[in-house]
């Protein structure tokens, strides 16, 4: 390597000027020796650079060139992540301009790389080296302020609409973010370095002037860990030109106030015990610069290279840069969620840095979803022309019960995933293998839910289907896969087991009765046979057969598992610790038998026998008539019903917990029966969220929030928040 420490600049769109001018004249020991764009005009003016910079349309060819030692990233903010990454993997030292990334998420992985990789790598918030600001933390680290009482930020510039119309990435969630993460950011950088850690943030974000996603205006409170207060005003609707960029600090001995347009100038400076030169102070340290960027680069890039040589130390490092983006996106996570913010509660925002499911091409998807609408009963939504995905829920008519598209929506808006999901109301079986093609050539399907009757049915029409799913010998969550196969997943048993933990059962040595063999039985039967080992399941159904081939197949994995005939149920009642429904009696609504007809298991218990009439229904199932009519003639069916449960319910150990898989009512007659005899309940409600969040987020969503950083718990988290809030 020579004398020089050699860099190159990847991206030269508006920022690189001051890169440039900064590699090129400011700074002593580094050069700058190669130019990289994706776009060929941005390089037409070689001159600009230099006679001996190389220039390169791609970073492959770059890191194939290699003959640099420092990667300087001046590409869109949503690019960062990625540009950064490549450099940290090719061994290259890195300077990213801010903010380091989108996502404080891949803002870890960049410091972990570099760590890994032995590279040193700087985050280029520049204002720490204005003069003003400078001076500024020395008066501060000598105590002059005294305790601290007020930090007031007050961000007033103007960015006209041609500003986020010339490129196609400005104000967008995904690849920039609004006045808060592209312009602001530098003032929560100095105020956070030089007035300390920020403890709690309260926002209320809006769009007032520019045509863009994000915020164009930002109010919010903040609470320093110690114990001072913050206010922060940023906007770029200030017409017609930028009028200040302003930062006061109050303390109990004295007040700084630096303005001009970024930072760059000491407009007051008292103390009350003034100082030597104090009167000097705001002329020798005020700056004149050309622009909002100031003149922090050419210092910045100086102790890059200072560093590289003679090791000095990373004074701005990635730490530091994620440091700031986690103050972002707390404001952006208190407007979202309309409440104070605790940095310490590790939110992000469901917005910024999140990037559009799948492909985007809306005007297909909707014709795609046409061809859907052919094959299914129900009428689908007016969906927006602009919908890029879509999902459902595939069943004999799940749009009059499902709650699927109901939560599954709530959280699609609130992590802004473009995409929608329905119901496909799929009332003869012989018409389920035409929409599960229609669905597998849908490159805009992304996947969905299956209830019944097709959980079993449906998977001879997959291509493929996980091995737990085909050991319980039941799907209800579908996922298409990046070549178009449809696998079927089962995670029934896993939000049955994970509402029954929640509600407070042991499962590990627990006696467990099961009433119901299946789809939703048999995940559940297999999940608490897993969790249960040492205890005990048996398995009863109306209908012998189906329990004791359930029986069967679960004894091939497990020997904890038993089967008792229904009319025996009472002599182990006395011993259990959980008593658990997974059949469909109880729930609301009309139901078809084997017949094909019509009954209403709603009124009745599944502790006892059921013996409902039925009727053979002639167009609307919904019809409260029809409902009103098997109900009359239904009443002496559902006292026996009724008088059998309430004497088991009493045969049932008083401390055992009934759990009930139907969630609509949310007290089944069963529930209700157990809740008047003196037990803990649990309703089918919890169960139905955490099954969906897990088809969500570790099936249907997996690879979409695993390549964005996303797949963590507090995803997760949010993700059954919401879906619990909308219920």
């Given at each position: 390597?020579?004398?020089?420490?050699?860099?190159?600049?990847?991206?030269?769109?508006?920022?690189?000027?001051?890169?440039?001018?900064?590699?090129?004249?400011?700074?002593?020991?580094?050069?700058?020796?190669?130019?990289?764009?994706?776009?060929?005009?941005?390089?037409?003016?070689?001159?600009?650079?230099?006679?001996?910079?190389?220039?390169?349309?791609?970073?492959?060819?770059?890191?194939?060139?290699?003959?640099?030692?420092?990667?300087?990233?001046?590409?869109?903010?949503?690019?960062?992540?990625?540009?950064?990454?490549?450099?940290?993997?090719?061994?290259?030292?890195?300077?990213?301009?801010?903010?380091?990334?989108?996502?404080?998420?891949?803002?870890?992985?960049?410091?972990?790389?570099?760590?890994?990789?032995?590279?040193?790598?700087?985050?280029?918030?520049?204002?720490?080296?204005?003069?003003?600001?400078?001076?500024?933390?020395?008066?501060?680290?000598?105590?002059?302020?005294?305790?601290?009482?007020?930090?007031?930020?007050?961000?007033?510039?103007?960015?006209?609409?041609?500003?986020y119309t010339q490129d196609n990435w400005h104000g967008r969630?995904?690849?920039?973010?609004?006045?808060?993460?592209?312009?602001?950011?530098?003032?929560?950088?100095?105020?956070?370095?030089?007035?300390?850690?920020?403890?709690?943030?309260?926002?209320?974000?809006?769009?007032?002037?520019?045509?863009?996603?994000?915020?164009?205006?930002?109010?919010?409170?903040?609470?320093?860990?110690?114990?001072?207060?913050?206010?922060?005003?940023?906007?770029?609707?200030?017409?017609?030109?930028?009028?200040?960029?302003?930062?006061?600090?109050?303390?109990?001995?004295?007040?700084?106030?630096?303005?001009?347009?970024?930072?760059?100038?000491?407009?007051?400076?008292?103390?009350?015990?003034?100082?030597?030169?104090?009167?000097?102070?705001?002329?020798?340290?005020?700056?004149?610069?050309?622009?909002?960027?100031?003149?922090?680069?050419?210092?910045?890039?100086?102790?890059?290279?200072?560093?590289?040589?003679?090791?000095?130390?990373?004074?701005?490092?990635?730490?530091?840069?994620?440091?700031?983006?986690?103050?972002?996106?707390?404001?952006?996570?208190?407007?979202?969620?309309?409440?104070?913010?605790?940095?310490?509660?590790?939110?992000?925002?469901?917005?910024?840095?999140?990037?559009?499911?799948?492909?985007?091409?809306?005007?297909?998807?909707?014709?795609?979803?046409?061809?859907?609408?052919?094959?299914?009963?129900?009428?689908?939504?007016?969906?927006?022309?602009?919908?890029?995905?879509?999902?459902?829920?595939?069943?004999?008519?799940?749009?009059?019960?499902?709650?699927?598209?109901?939560?599954?929506?709530?959280?699609?808006?609130?992590?802004?995933?473009?995409?929608?999901?329905?119901?496909?109301?799929?009332?003869?079986?012989?018409?389920?293998?035409?929409?599960?093609?229609?669905?597998?050539?849908?490159?805009?399907?992304?996947?969905?839910?299956?209830?019944?009757?097709?959980?079993?049915?449906?998977?001879?029409?997959?291509?493929?289907?996980?091995?737990?799913?085909?050991?319980?010998?039941?799907?209800?969550?579908?996922?298409?896969?990046?070549?178009?196969?449809?696998?079927?997943?089962?995670?029934?048993?896993?939000?049955?087991?994970?509402?029954?933990?929640?509600?407070?059962?042991?499962?590990?040595?627990?006696?467990?009765?099961?009433?119901?063999?299946?789809?939703?039985?048999?995940?559940?039967?297999?999940?608490?046979?897993?969790?249960?080992?040492?205890?005990?399941?048996?398995?009863?159904?109306?209908?012998?057969?189906?329990?004791?081939?359930?029986?069967?197949?679960?004894?091939?994995?497990?020997?904890?598992?038993?089967?008792?005939?229904?009319?025996?149920?009472?002599?182990?009642?006395?011993?259990?610790?959980?008593?658990?429904?997974?059949?469909?009696?109880?729930?609301?609504?009309?139901?078809?038998?084997?017949?094909?007809?019509?009954?209403?298991?709603?009124?009745?218990?599944?502790?006892?026998?059921?013996?409902?009439?039925?009727?053979?229904?002639?167009?609307?199932?919904?019809?409260?008539?029809?409902?009103?009519?098997?109900?009359?003639?239904?009443?002496?069916?559902?006292?026996?019903?009724?008088?059998?449960?309430?004497?088991?319910?009493?045969?049932?150990?008083?401390?055992?917990?009934?759990f009930d898989a139907v969630y609509s009512p949310l007290e089944?007659?069963?529930l209700a029966h157990s809740r008047q005899t003196g037990h803990?309940?649990?309703?089918?409600?919890?169960?139905?969220?955490?099954?969906?969040?897990?088809?969500?987020?570790?099936?249907?969503?997996?690879?979409?929030?695993?390549?964005?950083?996303?797949?963590?718990?507090?995803?997760?988290?949010?993700?059954?928040?919401?879906?619990?809030?909308?219920?």
């Amino acid at each position: 390597m020579n004398k020089d420490v050699k860099f190159a600049l990847i991206g030269n769109g508006r920022v690189a000027s001051r890169h440039i001018e900064a590699l090129t004249k400011r700074i002593s020991g580094g050069q700058l020796v190669a130019v990289c764009d994706s776009n060929p005009s941005r390089l037409e003016d070689k001159r600009s650079f230099g006679d001996r910079v190389e220039v390169f349309n791609s970073s492959a060819d770059l890191y194939g060139w290699g003959k640099f030692d420092v990667a300087a990233i001046a590409t869109p903010s949503g690019d960062h992540y990625e540009h950064a990454k490549e450099a940290i993997l090719a061994g290259k030292h890195v300077v990213v301009e801010k903010p380091v990334a989108l996502r404080i998420e891949h803002a870890n992985e960049l410091i972990l790389l570099a760590e890994r990789n032995n590279v040193k790598a700087w985050v280029i918030h520049q204002n720490r080296y204005n003069p003003a600001i400078l001076k500024t933390k020395e008066a501060i680290e000598r105590g002059r302020l005294g305790t601290k009482v007020l930090a007031t930020v007050r961000v007033r510039w103007c960015r006209n609409a041609e500003y986020y119309t010339q490129d196609n990435w400005h104000g967008r969630w995904a690849s920039d973010g609004g006045v808060i993460s592209q312009q602001a950011i530098h003032h929560l950088d100095a105020l956070r370095w030089l007035f300390g850690d920020v403890e709690s943030v309260e926002a209320v974000c809006r769009t007032r002037l520019a045509p863009m996603e994000c915020d164009d205006l930002t109010i919010a409170t903040m609470s320093f860990k110690n114990g001072a207060l913050g206010i922060v005003e940023a906007t770029t609707a200030t017409r017609p030109r930028d009028l200040e960029a302003s930062l006061s600090l109050l303390g109990e001995q004295g007040t700084i106030v630096l303005g001009g347009i970024a930072m760059n100038t000491i407009q007051t400076w008292e103390f009350t015990a003034p100082g030597d030169g104090d009167s000097d102070v705001p002329q020798r340290y005020s700056q004149v610069i050309p622009s909002a960027y100031g003149l922090g680069h050419d210092v910045l890039y100086q102790k890059v290279v200072d560093s590289i040589v003679d090791g000095a130390p990373i004074e701005v490092s990635l730490d530091e840069g994620k440091k700031t983006l986690e103050i972002v996106h707390a404001l952006y996570a208190s407007n979202e969620l309309g409440r104070r913010v605790k940095l310490d509660e590790g939110l992000s925002s469901a917005k910024l840095g999140v990037r559009t499911l799948g492909k985007n091409e809306p005007g297909k998807a909707h014709k795609e979803l046409q061809l859907v609408q052919k094959n299914i009963s129900n009428q689908l939504p007016e969906f927006s022309k602009n919908i890029v995905n879509f999902a459902g829920i595939i069943g004999e008519s799940p749009s009059l019960f499902a709650k699927s598209p109901l939560i599954w929506n709530s959280v699609f808006e609130k992590l802004s995933f473009q995409a929608s999901y329905a119901s496909f109301d799929v009332p003869k079986s012989e018409n389920l293998a035409a929409l599960v093609d229609t669905l597998r050539n849908s490159s805009f399907y992304l996947g969905g839910s299956v209830t019944m009757p097709y959980k079993i049915g449906i998977m001879k029409y997959l291509d493929e289907v996980d091995p737990t799913a085909r050991a319980i010998g039941a799907v209800n969550t579908i996922v298409r896969t990046k070549n178009g196969k449809l696998v079927g997943y089962n995670t029934d048993g896993i939000g049955g087991v994970e509402s029954i933990k929640k509600g407070g059962v042991e499962l590990a040595n627990a006696r467990t009765l099961l009433i119901g063999a299946g789809g939703a039985a048999r995940s559940l039967a297999f999940c608490i046979a897993k969790a249960s080992r040492s205890g005990k399941l048996w398995i009863t159904n109306r209908t012998e057969e189906k329990a004791l081939t359930l029986v069967k197949d679960l004894k091939r994995e497990f020997n904890n598992v038993d089967f008792i005939p229904f009319e025996e149920i009472a002599e182990i009642l006395p011993q259990l610790q959980l008593l658990v429904n997974a059949s469909t009696v109880g729930q609301s609504g009309l139901q078809k038998n084997a017949k094909g007809d019509f009954v209403n298991l709603g009124p009745f218990s599944p502790l006892s026998r059921v013996e409902p009439p039925s009727l053979m229904v002639q167009g609307s199932v919904s019809n409260p008539e029809i409902e009103r009519e098997l109900l009359s003639s239904s009443l002496d069916s559902i006292m026996k019903n009724s008088e059998e449960s309430l004497k088991r319910c009493l045969l049932l150990n008083r401390q055992a917990i009934v759990f009930d898989a139907v969630y609509s009512p949310l007290e089944t007659v069963f529930l209700a029966h157990s809740r008047q005899t003196g037990h803990k309940t649990i309703n089918g409600k919890m169960m139905n969220i955490f099954q969906a969040a897990d088809a969500m987020f570790n099936k249907v969503f997996h690879e979409y929030l695993s390549s964005r950083g996303l797949w963590t718990e507090t995803t997760y988290k949010k993700i059954v928040d919401q879906m619990q809030l909308v219920w």
